[in-house]
């Protein structure tokens, strides 16, 4: 699944505020000014899609091929 095909507003936002880099669950909730329950949920979702990667553990960047 392409980024491009994200349509959630949530999940959009949380992947413009994740990086290249691993970046903690709890900056991405912050930068993306939503709770870290629905920060959690998006970055599952994303995961699942293969859009974001987690590692290490609680941390998550852009899918390679997904760096804006």
């Given at each position: 699944?392409?980024?491009?095909a994200v349509e959630d507003p949530i999940q959009i936002e949380?992947?413009?505020?994740t990086a290249p880099g691993?970046?903690?669950l709890d900056e991405?909730?912050?930068?993306a000014h939503i709770?870290?329950?629905?920060a959690t949920a998006a970055l599952l979702t994303l995961a699942l899609q293969?859009?974001?990667?987690e590692g290490p553990p609680g941390?998550?960047?852009r899918a390679d091929?997904?760096?804006?």
């Open positions: 699944l392409m980024a491009d949380v992947l413009r505020v691993p970046r903690h991405i909730a912050l930068r709770t870290v329950h629905a293969a859009v974001v990667v941390f998550f960047r091929r997904h760096n804006l």
